[in-house]
């Protein structure tokens, strides 16, 4: 039987309507759902770590500029995913004591922390917990015998809070992290006080006002009187680019465009470090090559001039590298770090490089391969610590024989290597050959 043409038309109506019905429940689900789906480029490493037992991920360091250096990082237990650390002396391999410093409730996970030291015997932590229905930073002090205190939120709004970072400077310390309180990720900002208190309301970083999404930010240090925060940025015209904005005492300056048109920049992470009080050196994942590169400008921050992009690795082939992280001495000697593949046929089972630099910004000699082994197993997601005597703490996590482990390598600037690869994670517990 056919239907007359009044009808097919309610049909299609009623068709029409529906879909616009599930569209319209869809989008807020889609939004509420956001920060648990946003990808960020090590997420995968960090799923596949967190899924067994002991293994560790999520590596972060701070040094006092003494010769101490904190280490944090996220390991996986029986019911919940916690945070363990250490204490390292400069050049220290050996007799390493690991201690917990969170205890999350049944299938709660502390990821993502971020360490400052307060000062020569404190530092502070701020990390993202992930619970059933949603994520929230938290912070803790701990004391150089390392007992932590109770947990505080670093941010009462209700909100999604996520990626954490802090980073000290003449005033106290910084915390900034990814936020979406307005719909969609923000970068806000809090100050904190000596003891790692919030003091004054948090603020948004990003100047526009608009839909647009902001990445994960980073944060450098070694400037004394402000931070330089970076972050991935799709204002405008929705395409990715990458901003920075100079944060001290008396508020934040007009975000700057760093580069542009970059290829899955969501999914990058830059990392910036000051030359010197008014000049900065920022690293990303560039794909103007076809392929994903290393590259990085100098930045004036006083005029806002940047130098042409230059890539960093010298590799000549199409493998991936990514994941910069940088720091210096605080007197303008840099090292960059970062994932690379050059050896790697399936971009897989990499290795860590590394890039030296001088006061002036100019390369010194070429890259470094940090890990001391050749054979092909997964190294990922590389943190460094650099103190003012030049001695630079390089971390990543690597899984080898089922196992994900934080491995380490001392070095003292420019490019001399203190004793082999070492494990970090494990303690006093087992012995290593190195990685």
Known sequence: MCKSGAGIVIVALRTVFSRMRIVT??????????????????????????????????????????????????????????????????????????FDVSEPGDGVEDVRPSVSWLDERRVLLAWQRNEASHRRVWLARVDSDGEATEPTLLDDHPSNTMAPVLQRDAHGVLALWQDFRNGNFDVYCRRLDAEGAPCGEAWRVNDDSTRALQGVPRASRDNGDAVLAVWADNRVDLAWKFYYAAINARGVSRNALLDSAQRKAMTTLASAVWMSADSAMVFWKDYREGHSNIYRRLVSVRDGGLSPAQRINDDTGEQWQRLPVTDSDGRGHVLCCWEDYRNAPSNQRGDVYAQVFARDGAPRGGNLRINDREDRIARKVP?????????????????????????????????????ANFCVSCGEEEEDDGG
């Open 25 to 98: 429940l869809f989008i807020p689900l889609l939004l509420l759902s956001t920060p648990r789906l946003v990808a960020q480029e090590e997420d995968a490493d960090a799923r596949a770590a967190s899924s067994a037992r002991g293994n560790a991920w999520h590596v972060c360091v701070d040094d006092n500029g003494h010769g101490d250096f904190f280490v944090v990082w996220s390991e996986r237990g029986d019911e919940a995913t916690r945070l363990r650390a250490c204490f390292l002396r400069q050049g220290q391999r050996e007799n390493i004591t690991v």
């Open 383 to 419: 943190a460094i610590s650099m103190d003012a005597a030049g001695y630079a703490l390089i971390l990543w996590h690597q899984g080898e024989g089922g196992r994900f482990r934080i491995m380490g390598q001392w070095l003292r600037y420019p490019d001399e290597r203190v004793g």
